[in-house]
């Protein structure tokens, strides 16, 4: 039963009943789909795979061929909720009560999802985007190999690319208006090895203490700053995530040490710097070591300009308030997208995401519709004239 495309809060509690963990859908792009056919929206779904990782499924529904071409992003897939007994109320239960929906996801970001949905069943297509389409993966909270990338490839393949995009993930701290998203930080992890010789703690010239060695080349990492911020950045930052010998004894020199390193890093580096910069540091300062990196993203930023004023635009006539232009958090799909036009993040409230008793107020989803519903106005009355 699909509620009325109208309402985004039973809109929300729908999407919220679809257990849809990754890289389960349960029904979630069901519920997107059967909203915007009758929209007049054109949908494919795209299904893609890899040897070794579970087939996951992806939205691309599309109204109107001519420019300018708006495209809203999101996620479907959520995050497992761990004990469903912690929770006040099922996880997937949908649960309305104290003025919000409760359930995984409603935060993240299917409350943004039904926002969206409900201001475009608002506004009349005569008053929207010549065109307008919605990318809808449900592979952002996992791998993101399956989703937002491979979808892009298709559309680039097909004709559909898109002159703008909007990323719908709840990018304010605690009410609406606070924040737009311009750009994100990158993110490194490392993964060391220090090889030494065991030994006797009272015969250290017959060995070498493979944690002392880590201990100098992870004080040696932490010794300077990467750099002070730039001028949409805070400081890039590194954090020793788990330092691990497995040593019992007091007297034994250990031969092995590992540990895990992240870096989230701005715009002054790319994630090959900070590998070639990290392996020089630690060897000067510890010796040889094995050293594993994965770059799970490189910072990106759409810089300040006509896409995120238009987005400001919306938001403050609707919320009341000036947002910030931040590049704080953790990555999102945007940094696929990037690669193909100017986009920027503006969603719900993040406050609970991730959380046990994750919730979405009904007056941020509300308010939430009534931003949307202005940005597709402006962006119908002003991207073309640009
Ligand atoms: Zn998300």
């Known amino acids: 039963m699909v509620p009325s495309s109208y309402d985004p809060v039973a809109l929300t ?3 919220v009943r679809c257990p849809s963990v ?11 789909q059967q909203v915007l056919e009758p ?7 795209l299904p893609f795979s890899e040897p070794g990782l579970a087939t996951v499924d992806n939205l691309f529904a599309r109204r109107g061929s001519d420019g300018p071409h708006l495209c809203f992003a999101g996620h479907t897939d959520v995050v497992p909720p761990g004990d469903p007994a912690a929770w006040r109320f099922d996880p997937f239960s949908g649960e309305l009560a104290d003025g919000a929906v409760w359930g995984r996801g409603a935060a993240d970001m299917k409350g943004s999802i039904a926002a969206f949905l409900a201001a475009v069943a608002q506004v009349n297509a005569a008053d929207g985007p010549s065109s307008l389409s919605l990318l809808i993966t449900g592979d952002e909270e996992a791998d993101a190999i399956n989703g937002t990338a491979k979808v892009l490839a298709w559309m680039a393949d097909n004709g559909h690319l898109p002159d703008a ?32 010789r065991q030994g006797h703690t009272a015969y250290p010239a017959q060995a070498d203490n493979a944690a002392s060695r880590m201990a100098k080349g992870l004080a040696a990492l932490l010794a300077q700053p990467l750099d002070t911020g730039t001028a949409h950045f805070d400081a890039s930052n590194l954090e020793v995530a788990t330092i691990d010998v497995g040593n019992p004894a007091a007297n034994v020199i250990p031969a092995k040490a590992t540990a895990t390193v992240n870096i989230r890093f701005n715009d002054t580096h790319s994630g090959a710097s900070l590998s070639r910069w990290l392996r020089e540091t630690f060897e000067a300062a510890a010796g040889p070591a094995e050293i594993r990196f994965r770059i799970s993203a490189e910072s990106f930023l759409t810089p300040p300009g006509p896409l995120s004023d238009l987005v400001a635009d919306a938001v403050a006539e609707t919320s009341g308030r000036a947002p910030i232009l931040s590049t704080s958090g953790g990555t999102s799909d945007a940094r696929f997208i990037k690669d193909y036009c100017p986009v920027v993040e503006y969603g719900g409230v993040n406050a609970t995401i991730h959380q046990v008793d994750e919730h979405a107020l009904i007056e941020h989803l509300i308010g939430l519709r009534q931003t949307y519903a202005a940005l597709l106005t402006r962006f119908a009355r002003t991207w073309g004239a640009r």
Do not use: H, M, Y
């Not at 993930?169 to 990158?186: D, F, M, S, W, Y």
């Open 39 to 45: 929209l007049g929206f054109t949908c494919w779904r």
């Open 13 to 15: 509690q729908a999407l």
């Open 165 to 196: 995009a909007l990323v719908g993930e709840p990018t304010n701290a605690a009410g609406l208006g606070e924040a737009i998203k311009i750009g994100r930080r990158g993110s490194l992890n490392a993964w060391i090895t220090v090889t030494g």
């Open 22 to 32: 990754t890289p389960a859908d349960a029904g979630a792009l069901d519920v997107v």
